[in-house]
C-alpha cells in the first residue's frame, strides 16, 4: 500500500473504524502511525488534536475509547 500524504494516512485511519477494533502498528520514526492513530481516533468522535505519540509515556487513553501504547 503507497500513501500519498499525511491527510491520505489521516483519512485512511478513519476509515479503519468501521471494519476493526484493535491495530497492530509497526514502522520506524516518521513512518506516519500516530498521523494514522489521529484518523482512527477522529472516526471515534475523539478529537485528534488531544493524540500524542506514546514514545515517552508507553500509553496514552483517549476518552476511554482508544488506548494508544507504544511498545
Known amino acids: 500500500m503507497l500513501i500519498s500524504s499525511p491527510q491520505a494516512m489521516h ?31 477522529e472516526g471515534l468522535g475523539i478529537n485528534p488534536d488531544q493524540v500524542q505519540s506514546p514514545t515517552y509515556t508507553y500509553i496514552n487513553i483517549y476518552d476511554n475509547k482508544l488506548l494508544h501504547i507504544d511498545l
Not at 479503519?16 to 502498528?25: G, H, M, N, R, Y
Not at 514502522?27 to 500516530?34: E, F, H, Q, S
Open 11 to 41: 483519512d485512511y485511519g478513519k476509515s479503519l473504524v468501521q471494519e476493526t477494533k484493535i491495530l497492530l502498528l509497526h514502522g520506524g520514526l516518521g513512518a506516519g502511525k500516530t498521523t494514522l492513530i489521529k484518523g482512527f481516533a
